[in-house]
């Protein structure tokens, strides 16, 4: 990995393996991330450049 991501729902730096990363299911044009506890809580992410919420 190049680029630092960041957990799309609390904003902390993504690292270890139970963190993931995906792109925006509804644009496609943002790689999200969320860490390990953001998983677990099924905590909501917003897309930045659609507006697509989810888990
Ligand atoms: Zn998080
Ligand atoms: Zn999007």
């Not at 960041?6 to 044009?29: H, M, Q, T, Y």
């Not at 999200?32 to 809580?41: K, V």
């Amino acid at each position: 990995m190049s680029s630092e991501s960041r957990c799309s729902s609390c904003g902390i730096p993504l690292k270890g393996e139970k963190s993931v990363d995906f792109k925006c299911p509804s644009c496609a044009n943002v790689v999200m991330g969320r860490c390990g506890n953001c998983r677990d809580q099924s905590a909501k992410y917003i897309c930045p450049e659609c507006g697509f919420q989810g888990p």
